[in-house]
T-cell receptor
Framework: AQSVTQPDIHITVSEGASLELRCNYS??????LFWYVQSPGQGLQLLLK??????LVQGIKGFEAEFKRSQSSFNLRKPSVHWSDAAEYFC???????????FGAGTRLFVKA | NAGVTQTPKFQVLKTGQSMTLQCAQD?????MSWYRQDPGMGLRLIHY???????DQGEVPNGYNVSRSTTEDFPLRLLSAAPSQTSVYFC??????????????FGEGSRLTVL
C-alpha cells in the first residue's frame, strides 16, 4: 500500500533563511508526487507535482522539489523563506489523475523575524 | 467560478444522528474524493470516485457511505455519528492532465462536531 512519511512535525526558520522539508514515500510503481500548502483556516493549494522527466521540479511561490528514486524521497526546498510562507505543508502520492491521493501527516512551518 | 462547493461549513451533531455532507463541482472532473483532517494526522482518504456510478474505499471508510449518481455531486453520509468522527472534512476533485498527473481542487471544508 502506498504511504507518505513527513518526519518533521514542525520546523522553525528565520525569515530569509533556506528551507528544506522532508518527504519519503512508499509506492509500488512510479509515483505521482505532490506538495500542497495549507494556510490557517484554508483549503489546500498545489505547490508542485512530479511524475516523470526532470527530477528537479519548479513550483509556485519560489518552491522546488527534487525526486530521488534511490532514496524514495521528494523533498521540498526554498532558498529564502518569507514570513508569508508560514503554513502547513503536505507531501502526497497518488495515481494518474490524482485519484486515491494519500497525504503525509504534514509539517507546520513557523517563520521568525 | 464556483469550483468545489461544500455544505454545510459547520455542523454539530449528537451521537447517533445521521447527516449528509454535500459536495458539488462545476469543472466536469472525473475524480472526486472525501478526506478528513485531524491534528497530527494530515488528510486521510475516506472514499473516492473515478466516475459516476463508481466509488471505492480509501484509508478510513468505516462509518461513512458515498454515492456518485452524477459527475457533479459526491455526497458523504454519516449513518450514525460518533465522537470519533469529529473532524474537518474536505471534498476534492481532479482530472488527469496531459501528463497524466492531476491536481486536487479542494472545497473550503466542513467542520463537524459530534457530541
Amino acid at each position: 500500500a502506498q504511504s507518505v512519511t513527513q518526519p518533521d512535525i514542525h520546523i522553525t526558520v528565520s525569515e530569509g533563511a533556506s528551507l528544506e522539508l522532508r518527504c519519503n514515500y512508499s509506492y509500488g510503481a512510479t509515483p505521482y508526487l505532490f506538495w500542497y500548502v495549507q494556510s490557517p483556516g484554508q483549503g489546500l493549494q498545489l505547490l508542485l507535482k512530479y511524475f516523470s522527466g526532470d527530477t528537479l521540479v519548479q513550483g509556485i511561490k519560489g518552491f522546488e522539489a527534487e525526486f530521488k528514486r534511490s532514496q524514495s524521497s521528494f523533498n521540498l526546498r526554498k532558498p529564502s523563506v518569507h514570513w508569508s510562507d508560514a503554513a502547513e505543508y503536505f507531501c502526497a502520492v497518488g495515481y494518474t489523475g490524482g485519484f486515491k491521493t494519500i497525504f503525509g501527516a504534514g509539517t507546520r512551518l513557523f517563520v521568525k523575524a | 467560478n464556483a469550483g468545489v462547493t461544500q455544505t454545510p461549513k459547520f455542523q454539530v451533531l449528537k451521537t447517533g444522528q445521521s447527516m449528509t455532507l454535500q459536495c458539488a463541482q462545476d469543472m466536469n472532473h472525473e475524480y472526486m474524493s472525501w478526506y478528513r483532517q485531524d491534528p497530527g494526522m494530515g488528510l486521510r482518504l475516506i472514499h473516492y470516485s473515478v466516475g459516476a456510478g463508481i466509488t471505492d474505499q480509501g484509508e478510513v471508510p468505516n462509518g461513512y457511505n458515498v454515492s456518485r449518481s452524477t459527475t457533479e455531486d459526491f455526497p458523504l453520509r454519516l449513518l450514525s455519528a460518533a465522537p470519533s468522527q469529529t473532524s474537518v472534512y474536505f471534498c476534492a476533485s481532479s482530472y488527469p492532465d496531459a501528463a497524466g498527473t492531476g491536481e486536487l481542487f479542494f472545497g473550503e471544508g466542513s467542520r463537524l462536531t459530534v457530541l
